[in-house]
């Protein structure tokens, strides 16, 4: 299937490594042309250059915290126009709400919530302007099912999808869809980084518990960032123009509704 999206320009956050390296993958291969950011420069341009070897699109690298505005203003400079946007950055830690303070939901709803609304404010008018747009807000299964453990990112991501879900109605028919995408578990360093919390409160190896939780999920396996990035990919092509504020789930079948 040709998504119809080559040329266009993408700003893909926090992009150095897991599920955000995944999303560039996919585009740049699309013959998207994508500005990829992260906070250590080092990682960031070896993922760079591994995009750059699969000549699809121009890969631009910008190194910076995007929970701060010279963050994010430095990764907005480096993209002639925003045509996609992929807002990710790095989950909160877990924890217990009776130790967090009003600084620790401040620096989760910055990540998880303002982070995003800022960059969507800062492109979703010229997006309707030129009437082509596509903003995926990479969140977490946690939007739909709680993880206990995981307050802070349950309480600031839902901040952020009920806002979307306004927006979301005001700008499809300008062309300019918006929606979540919701990871469940993905093998990736933030995955790796919850099992190793929980290897150590319950005194057992990180291995064991990653395969307790390969055999709880319904697949039997963890997502792959290459699977994640297809998923983003076509909600941002052509075809995903009649999609918008939705919060698509991508969990092996974890989640245990019927709808
Ligand atoms: P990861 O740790 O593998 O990668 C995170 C990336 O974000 C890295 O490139 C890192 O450099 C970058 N980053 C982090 N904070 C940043 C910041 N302030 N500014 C710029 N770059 C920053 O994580 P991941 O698994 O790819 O997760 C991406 C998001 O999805 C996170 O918010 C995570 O909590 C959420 N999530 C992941 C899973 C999973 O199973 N992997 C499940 C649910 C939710």
């Known amino acids: ?62 190194a910076g915290d995007i929970t701060t505005p010279e963050g994010r203003a430095a990764a907005l400079a480096a993209c002639p126009q925003v045509d996609i946007l992929v807002n990710n950055a790095g989950g909160p830690p877990p924890g217990d709400f009776r130790d967090w303070d009003r600084d620790a ?90 099992m190793a919390g929980a290897a150590k409160a319950g005194g057992v190896s990180i291995d064991a518990i990653a395969d307790q939780r390969r055999k709880q999920n319904p697949s039997g396996r963890f997502g792959t960032p290459e699977e994640f990035g297809a998923m983003c990919a076509f909600l941002c092509s052509v075809h995903g123009g009649f999609i918008t504020g939705q919060n698509i789930l991508m969990d092996g079948g974890a989640y245990p509704g019927t709808f």
């Open 105 to 194: 939901w401040i620096k989760a709803l910055d990540a998880n919530m303002l982070t995003p609304i800022e960059l969507m404010k800062a492109v979703v008018d010229p997006m309707m302007s030129r009437g082509f747009g596509r903003i995926v807000n990479i969140t977490s299964a946690a939007v739909k099912a709680p993880i206990d453990i995981l307050g802070l990112s349950n309480g600031a991501r839902s901040g952020l999808t009920g806002f979307t879900a306004g927006l979301a109605r005001k700008t499809v028919a300008k062309g300019v869809t918006i929606n979540g995408l919701l990871p469940g578990p993905f093998d990736t360093d933030r995955l790796r980084v919850t």
């Open 1 to 62: 299937m040709d998504l119809g999206i080559e040329g266009k320009w993408a700003l893909v956050c926090a992009a150095s490594k897991g599920l955000g390296k995944g999303c560039a993958q996919a585009l740049v291969k699309e013959g998207v042309n994508v500005v990829i950011t992260a906070r250590g420069a080092e990682a960031l341009e070896a993922t760079a250059a591994e995009l750059r070897a699969l000549k699809g699109g121009e890969v631009r690298a910008v």
